[in-house]
């Protein structure tokens, strides 16, 4: 594999757009209708669709994407050398707080939060 885009799916694009725009501090690489991404290294990219979009893609081969809505599911974990300016960005941009900024047991530096969808979004700091 050569490059990696982990798609998250939102009820509002733009303000989802925003959000991650405002937490990760870029503008997308990517923005039409129907898909945004932020590229977040040199192979992976963030990809954000709305539901009902996908919903089309995924017919009724499985439940609609927005029952899942709120319900954490998945994570976003990123390493950054300033995870608790991240952290506390998102919260200010409207993320909900999950545990503050501490040494995990396995060695990283981390604060969740959860995204405007309930994605658990993390930022990490290698110790």
């Known amino acids: 594999m050569s490059k990696v885009i982990f798609i ?18 870029q503008k997308p690489v990517l923005d039409v209708p129907g898909m945004t991404e932020f590229q977040i290294n040199e192979h992976t990219k963030l990809g954000i669709m709305p539901e009902k979009g996908i919903a089309n893609i995924l017919g009724k081969e499985t439940p ?9 599911r998945s994570e976003i974990y990123l390493y ?3 995870p608790s300016q991240y952290y506390l960005r998102a919260i200010e941009t409207g993320a909900k707080a999950i545990s503050p900024l ?7 530096e981390v604060a969740y939060c959860a995204d405007l969808d309930g994605h658990i979004l993390t930022f990490a700091k290698t110790q």
Do not use: C
Not at 66 to 72: L, V
């Open 102 to 108: 501490q040494i995990r047991n396995w060695g990283d």
């Open 8 to 25: 998250i799916y939102v009820a509002d694009q733009q303000k989802s757009k925003d959000f991650y725009e405002d937490v990760l501090q």
């Open 64 to 72: 609609h994407p927005s029952t899942g809505n709120g319900i954490p």
């Open 80 to 82: 950054t050398d300033h």
